[in-house]
Antibody
Framework: QVQLQESGPGLVKPSGTLSLTCAVS?????????WSWVRQPPGRGLEWIGE???????NYNPSLKSRVTIAVDKSNNQFSLRLSSVTAADTAVYYC??????????????????WGQGTLVTVSS | EIVLTQSPGTLSLSPGERATLSCRAS???????LAWYQQKPGQAPRFLIY???SRATGIPDRFRGSGSGTDFTLTISRLEPEDFAVYYC?????????FGQGTKLEIK
């Protein structure tokens, strides 16, 4: 049973750095999946932040790229998010998720198949 | 970046009715990279459909995905009370993944 669990401070000061960790259980983080962060501001939709592969290779949302770092920690089977220079606009529920794949008849299918329960991060002084 | 536009923004229907939700992409998306999710208040999104038309494990067969290219549809054939939620489409076809803005399915 694959499980993901976010952890980190629920309150961050403006101009500070938001740091979250996602602990993965039930599967090795070194499996062939991308490990992602998705956020959701209060009352709004889902926004993909970025993802990391077990090799350390990462992709980021172009709108956040200059402020985001996602890293993998294979020894602890977890991955992390750092978002710098935060403002009130970064207040959101942050989810970690697995971009899983299915292989069928020569075709790969990709989707976010497992999610953490989410953690609310508020940016306020 | 591929932009996904969902319509309608809100859909008001009664239990037992049929719901049709649309997702339009700003450029062609491979069907293998198109998924749908359901989200209820205070919960994480729930994985429903992958490959545009294949149901995830445990998803009832009243949920059906279809479409190709730039136009995709999620159809719920006979609405159950637990189906009223927000639905998102999502694409993984480029290295910048994107979600639609969501369709809220509410009880009429």
């Amino acid at each position: 049973q694959v499980q993901l669990q976010e952890s980190g401070p629920g309150l961050v000061k403006p101009s500070g750095t938001l740091s979250l960790t996602c602990a993965v259980s039930g599967v090795s983080i070194s499996s062939s999946n991308w490990w992602s962060w998705v956020r959701q501001p209060p009352g709004r939709g889902l926004e993909w932040i970025g993802e990391v592969y077990y090799t350390g290779s990462a992709n980021y949302n172009p709108s956040l790229k200059s402020r985001v770092t996602i890293a993998v920690d294979k020894s602890n089977n977890q991955f992390s998010l750092r978002l710098s220079s935060v403002t009130a606009a970064d207040t959101a529920v942050y989810y970690c998720a697995r971009l899983g794949y299915y292989y069928d008849s020569g075709t790969y299918y990709y989707s976010f198949d497992y999610w953490g329960q989410g953690t609310l991060v508020t940016v306020s002084s | 970046e591929i932009v996904l536009t969902q319509s309608p923004g809100t859909l008001s229907l009664s239990p037992g009715e049929r719901a049709t939700l649309s997702c339009r992409a700003s450029q062609s998306v491979s069907s293998t990279h198109l998924a749908w999710y359901q989200q209820k208040p205070g919960q994480a999104p729930r994985f429903l459909i992958y490959g545009a038309s294949s149901r995830a494990t445990g998803i009832p067969d009243r949920f059906r995905g279809s479409g190709s290219g730039t136009d995709f549809t999620l159809t719920i054939s006979r609405l159950e009370p637990e189906d009223f939620a927000v639905y998102y489409c999502q694409q993984s076809g480029s290295s910048s993944r994107t979600f639609g803005q969501g369709t809220k399915l509410e009880i009429k």
